[in-house]
Protein backbone atom coordinates (compact mmCIF):
# COMPACT_ATOMS: atom_id res chain seq x y z
CA UNK A 1 0.00 0.00 0.00
CA UNK A 2 2.96 2.40 0.67
CA UNK A 3 4.05 1.95 -2.77
CA UNK A 4 0.96 2.82 -4.46
CA UNK A 5 1.15 6.31 -2.11
CA UNK A 6 4.88 6.98 -3.41
CA UNK A 7 4.08 6.06 -7.17
CA UNK A 8 1.24 8.54 -6.27
CA UNK A 9 3.78 11.36 -5.14
CA UNK A 10 6.35 10.72 -7.32
CA UNK A 11 3.37 11.58 -10.44
CA UNK A 12 1.63 14.96 -8.95
CA UNK A 13 2.93 18.23 -9.56
CA UNK A 14 4.59 20.36 -7.61
CA UNK A 15 2.23 22.85 -6.96
CA UNK A 16 -1.09 20.59 -6.19
CA UNK A 17 -4.11 22.32 -6.98
CA UNK A 18 -6.90 20.82 -4.63
CA UNK A 19 -10.37 21.29 -5.91
CA UNK A 20 -12.75 23.52 -2.98
CA UNK A 21 -9.58 24.68 -1.81
CA UNK A 22 -10.63 27.67 -0.51
CA UNK A 23 -13.93 25.82 0.59
CA UNK A 24 -11.79 23.37 2.51
CA UNK A 25 -9.26 26.29 4.14
CA UNK A 26 -12.49 27.83 5.36
CA UNK A 27 -13.97 24.97 7.20
CA UNK A 28 -10.81 24.59 8.46
CA UNK A 29 -9.59 27.79 9.89
CA UNK A 30 -13.25 28.45 11.58
CA UNK A 31 -12.60 25.89 14.08
CA UNK A 32 -9.10 27.16 14.82
CA UNK A 33 -7.58 28.85 17.97
CA UNK A 34 -3.98 30.47 18.36
CA UNK A 35 -2.15 27.93 20.61
CA UNK A 36 -4.30 24.64 19.49
CA UNK A 37 -2.00 21.70 19.04
CA UNK A 38 -3.69 20.49 15.56
CA UNK A 39 -2.92 17.16 13.88
CA UNK A 40 -2.70 17.65 10.11
CA UNK A 41 -3.98 13.55 9.40
CA UNK A 42 -2.81 12.88 5.59
CA UNK A 43 -0.53 16.21 5.53
CA UNK A 44 0.41 15.86 1.54
CA UNK A 45 2.80 18.49 0.77
CA UNK A 46 2.11 20.53 4.02
CA UNK A 47 -0.23 22.83 2.61
CA UNK A 48 -2.82 22.54 5.42
CA UNK A 49 -0.35 22.48 7.87
CA UNK A 50 1.28 25.78 6.35
CA UNK A 51 -1.81 27.40 6.69
CA UNK A 52 -2.10 26.05 10.38
CA UNK A 53 1.06 26.92 11.85
CA UNK A 54 -0.20 30.86 10.21
CA UNK A 55 -3.36 30.86 11.93
CA UNK A 56 -1.04 29.86 15.65
CA UNK A 57 -1.74 26.77 15.88
CA UNK A 58 1.07 24.10 17.47
CA UNK A 59 0.94 21.35 14.43
CA UNK A 60 2.15 18.27 13.24
CA UNK A 61 1.52 16.95 10.00
CA UNK A 62 1.59 13.08 9.65
CA UNK A 63 1.25 11.34 5.67
CA UNK A 64 2.04 7.74 5.07
CA UNK A 65 3.86 8.64 1.76
CA UNK A 66 8.07 9.33 2.48
CA UNK A 67 7.44 11.58 -1.59
CA UNK A 68 4.86 13.78 0.24
CA UNK A 69 6.75 14.29 3.35
CA UNK A 70 10.01 15.15 1.33
CA UNK A 71 7.82 18.09 -0.23
CA UNK A 72 6.23 19.21 2.46
CA UNK A 73 9.74 19.43 4.70
CA UNK A 74 11.52 21.18 1.70
CA UNK A 75 8.99 23.78 1.69
CA UNK A 76 8.27 24.28 4.86
CA UNK A 77 11.60 23.12 6.85
CA UNK A 78 10.52 24.98 10.45
CA UNK A 79 7.14 22.55 10.61
CA UNK A 80 6.98 19.23 12.54
CA UNK A 81 6.03 16.46 9.92
CA UNK A 82 6.30 12.72 10.65
CA UNK A 83 6.11 9.35 8.89
CA UNK A 84 3.51 6.74 9.53
CA UNK A 85 3.22 3.37 9.06
CA UNK A 86 0.15 3.26 6.33
CA UNK A 87 -1.47 -0.06 8.89
CA UNK A 88 -0.01 0.38 11.95
CA UNK A 89 -0.56 3.03 15.27
CA UNK A 90 0.37 6.60 14.77
CA UNK A 91 3.82 8.12 16.19
CA UNK A 92 1.96 9.98 18.52
CA UNK A 93 1.25 10.26 22.35
CA UNK A 94 -2.53 9.74 23.74
CA UNK A 95 -4.92 12.73 23.84
CA UNK A 96 -2.24 14.90 22.13
CA UNK A 97 -4.28 16.88 19.91
CA UNK A 98 -6.86 19.14 20.09
CA UNK A 99 -8.17 18.91 16.66
CA UNK A 100 -7.73 16.43 13.86
CA UNK A 101 -7.66 17.33 10.47
CA UNK A 102 -8.63 15.00 7.34
CA UNK A 103 -8.83 16.23 4.79
CA UNK A 104 -9.55 13.29 1.72
CA UNK A 105 -8.32 10.51 4.00
CA UNK A 106 -10.83 8.36 5.90
CA UNK A 107 -12.06 7.04 1.52
CA UNK A 108 -8.45 5.91 1.07
CA UNK A 109 -7.90 4.03 4.42
CA UNK A 110 -8.18 0.09 4.35
CA UNK A 111 -9.12 -0.44 8.27
CA UNK A 112 -11.63 2.45 8.97
CA UNK A 113 -12.14 1.26 12.54
CA UNK A 114 -8.15 0.92 12.97
CA UNK A 115 -7.69 4.51 12.08
CA UNK A 116 -11.04 6.07 13.92
CA UNK A 117 -9.43 4.08 16.38
CA UNK A 118 -6.49 6.09 16.76
CA UNK A 119 -7.63 9.23 15.62
CA UNK A 120 -9.48 9.10 18.95
CA UNK A 121 -6.77 7.96 20.64
CA UNK A 122 -4.66 10.97 19.69
CA UNK A 123 -7.73 13.47 20.35
CA UNK A 124 -8.39 14.48 23.87
CA UNK A 125 -11.59 14.06 25.14
CA UNK A 126 -13.43 17.32 23.78
CA UNK A 127 -11.17 17.79 20.76
CA UNK A 128 -12.81 17.90 17.31
CA UNK A 129 -12.25 16.01 14.33
CA UNK A 130 -12.56 17.96 11.26
CA UNK A 131 -12.44 15.75 7.47
CA UNK A 132 -13.69 15.99 4.46
CA UNK A 133 -14.02 13.33 1.75
CA UNK A 134 -16.39 12.65 -1.05
CA UNK A 135 -20.32 12.33 -0.93
CA UNK A 136 -21.18 9.24 -2.75
CA UNK A 137 -25.17 9.94 -3.10
CA UNK A 138 -27.40 7.10 -2.69
CA UNK A 139 -29.40 7.06 -5.94
CA UNK A 140 -25.66 7.65 -8.37
CA UNK A 141 -23.89 4.45 -5.92
CA UNK A 142 -26.68 2.36 -6.93
CA UNK A 143 -26.98 3.72 -10.73
CA UNK A 144 -23.39 2.75 -11.19
CA UNK A 145 -23.41 -0.50 -8.93
CA UNK A 146 -20.53 1.18 -6.62
CA UNK A 147 -21.54 0.38 -3.54
CA UNK A 148 -20.22 -3.12 -2.81
CA UNK A 149 -16.97 -3.23 -5.05
CA UNK A 150 -15.42 0.73 -4.47
CA UNK A 151 -15.24 2.95 -7.47
CA UNK A 152 -12.73 1.41 -10.56
CA UNK A 153 -12.48 4.97 -11.30
CA UNK A 154 -10.63 6.07 -8.25
CA UNK A 155 -8.15 4.75 -5.34
CA UNK A 156 -11.00 5.19 -2.92
CA UNK A 157 -11.64 2.16 -0.76
CA UNK A 158 -14.75 3.19 0.63
CA UNK A 159 -17.43 5.25 -0.45
CA UNK A 160 -19.28 7.40 2.14
CA UNK A 161 -22.75 9.16 2.10
CA UNK A 162 -24.20 12.03 4.82
CA UNK A 163 -25.88 8.85 6.67
CA UNK A 164 -22.81 6.78 6.34
CA UNK A 165 -20.25 8.98 7.59
CA UNK A 166 -22.37 10.25 10.38
CA UNK A 167 -23.05 6.78 11.71
CA UNK A 168 -19.12 5.62 11.76
CA UNK A 169 -18.05 8.46 13.75
CA UNK A 170 -20.90 7.52 15.99
CA UNK A 171 -20.22 3.87 16.36
CA UNK A 172 -16.24 5.33 17.31
CA UNK A 173 -17.45 7.18 20.08
CA UNK A 174 -17.63 11.12 18.60
CA UNK A 175 -20.55 13.18 19.34
CA UNK A 176 -21.84 15.37 18.92
CA UNK A 177 -21.25 14.61 14.27
CA UNK A 178 -22.29 17.63 12.26
CA UNK A 179 -22.15 16.17 8.28
CA UNK A 180 -22.98 18.99 5.73
CA UNK A 181 -22.81 18.87 1.74
CA UNK A 182 -20.52 21.29 0.06
CA UNK A 183 -21.57 22.71 -3.46
CA UNK A 184 -22.46 20.59 -6.81
CA UNK A 185 -25.34 19.46 -8.00
CA UNK A 186 -27.64 16.72 -6.54
CA UNK A 187 -26.56 13.11 -7.89
CA UNK A 188 -22.98 14.13 -8.70
CA UNK A 189 -20.18 13.29 -6.57
CA UNK A 190 -19.89 16.28 -3.82
CA UNK A 191 -17.40 16.97 -0.63
CA UNK A 192 -19.18 15.99 2.89
CA UNK A 193 -17.65 18.24 5.72
CA UNK A 194 -17.95 16.64 9.12
CA UNK A 195 -17.63 17.88 12.61
CA UNK A 196 -17.15 15.19 15.55
CA UNK A 197 -16.25 15.77 18.96
CA UNK A 198 -14.89 13.15 20.84
CA UNK A 199 -16.91 12.17 23.45
Do not use: Q
Not at 58 to 68: C, F, I, N, T
Amino acid sequence: MRDYYEELWERLPERLALPDRARRLTFLLDEVSAGDRVLDLGSGDGTFTAELARAGARVVGVEVAEAALKRARAAHPELDFRLAPVDGPLPLEDCEFDLIWASEVIEHVADTARWLSEVRRVLSPGGRLLLTTPNHPRAAVLLYGLERYGDPLSDHLHLYTHRSLEAVLYEFGFEPVKVRHAAGPPLLRRMLLARAVRS
